[in-house]
């Protein structure tokens, strides 16, 4: 008996030190929930799920305070990437926020600019350039496309036009989709 | 010395169909009144045009230069003036448009001046790669990877041998057969101007056992180069795809090209022939590339054979050249019947990747309704990259792109004997085709919505930082008006003080 006490206290010992010393050494930072569903919105930073941005929205969702259709520019694969994640059923989009719609990217006509700079501070990825009363472009490479610039333009000067597809962007078509298309099924 | 060939999983016996465009000499095809070059025919970045609309231009004069590393040079294939720059239709497989310049040729055909090197032997290897580049030179195979790149292995690789491509195993396809058969020499000079570039004495020239003259012509040449006593013609067994770099190499040495690695990080430097035609002709005789062989071929054309064609020459022209049966309009197909696509429409040019017009296929597989798949398994048998075409098919079709990288998709080289063995006729490289690019595209994506997160995040930082500065100013403000504040008080203060003590005294 007085045997059983003395191994058991010591086995007792041993896996509490362990699992203190694991609880320390492989300690993870952060919340490991916010950063996935982060990389899965496309940072696009437009506010349309009400939230100021992508980073908000991923922290109310892994705190289950919102759904995960309120993002439009994500629109359907982004919410069955989330519903992968999350384990959850997937939705279609909330019409609250906006539809899916192709990729745009804001274009300044330059010969109505008047320098204001009202959209450099719109603009929350830093892709405008200009400084006041001086003609403002657009980084196209950067530009996100989320129209927070459109708005505050006082002489309506932003235009949100599409993304031409060139030879390097474009993307074989989907045979199965052709096959729908034509009546034959695979 | 003969060596044992090695061998490469897979492949196919195909009819050649080969004969019906080898019966006539190469002709050139005549001159047309527009060419249109487009700015991007190779891989990489693409030219800077450096002519506008009105210029005159000579034959051979360059009009886009190029634009970073992997891009070259573009040249005028012959005089006249600059009618367009501009959007253009290309021959790609989307149809799209692409930035092209187009020239009224003016029928002279007046040469720019010539920089020729009859010896070279005095140029360095640096100097030959910078001619080579400046005469626009691409892998005339099918890729079109600048080739001054190929012939600049660094200083972490060391090569050991220089392959010559003259395998051509696609059906149909016989532009280097009869380059090999009728420019030998010129071929020559080109493997020449590769061994000093590459310091590299040890060549092969590899060629499949259904080319007996191409075979006999090369071996004739070589014999007469008392500067290429270590380089060989080595006879190949026909076997598609043979051809394709790294089966060729598998054959040659035996050696595998690691995945996702270089031939360089074996030793292997590999080009084709006609790249090494032009090589010789743009360091002998100072003229970039401006023409190619093409070969117009297919059971709808009268006058098949080989034409040495400029670049910017409207494929119709070829095409009606040809005498086809083909109606304007009507799809055809550029490169071969396995690995080529369709392109419709009547104003697309030929370009530098352009190897053989096909109209018409002999034994066309391809079904309208393909069936399902019945997991025979004869895809895997013959694919010559030893890939699980069936699972990458699966993976491919319910969009599975992670999936499909862990089998390695992107070893696959799209040679189309998977397709070609399918009974059910599913089109298995259209799927691994469009897996590759939503993969690039879902990765361009990531990079993209990667660096919206930084900027934005840097700007929130940026925000805050100035938020704090401010209020730091604020507060540093407000402590010294309340200080000055204060000692005004205080000297008002003492002054009163002062005032009332003297009055006192008085």
New interface residues.
Partial sequence: MFTAIIAITLLALTFGLLLGFAAIYFKVEGDPIVEQI?KL?????CGQCSFA??RPYAEAIANGEVDINRCPPGGEATIEALANLLEVEVKPLDDECGVEAPKTLAVIDEDRCIGCTLCIQAC????ILGAAKQMHTVFAD?C?GCELCVEPCPVDCIDMVETK???N????????HI?LQ?G??? | MTQALGSFPGGLKLAGQKKRSTQTPIRKMPLSKTLVLPL?QHIGESAVAIVKVGDKVLKGQKIATANGHVSVCLHAPSSGIISAVGDHP?P???G?S?PCISIDTDGEDHWVERNMAEDFSDLTAHELRQRIREAGIVGLGGAGFPSFIKLNPGVHHHVETLILNGVECEPYITCDDMLMRERAQGIMDGIEVMQQALHVNNCVIAIEDNKPEAISSMELALASREKLKDTKVVVIPTRYPAGSEKQLIQTITGKQVPTRGLTLDIGIVLHNVGTAYAVGRAIKHGEPLISRIVTVTGKDVKHAGNFETLFGTPIHELLSFCDTKRKAGEPFIQGGPMMGYNLAGDKLPVTKTANCILVGVDDATQA?????CIRCGDCATVCPVSLLPQQLYWHS?S?DLEKTSEYNLFDCIECGCCSYVCPSQ??LV??F??A???TM?QE??RQ??????I??D???ERQERERIEKEEKQRQRKAALAASKAAKEKKEAEAAESQSESQEKQ
């Fill in positions: 982060d919105l496309p940072q696009t930073q941005g992508c929350p990825v830093d892709a950067e996100t597809l060139n030879p962007t474009w993307r074989w078509p989907d045979p199965s096959d034509t034959g099924q695979i | 991007q290309i790609h497989p989307s799209l692409a309208a309704k393909p069936l399902p079709r969009k599913i089109p259209q799927y085709r469009f590759k690019t939503e595209n361009q994506e993209k919505s990667d660096l919206a997160r900027r934005h840097n700007r929130q």
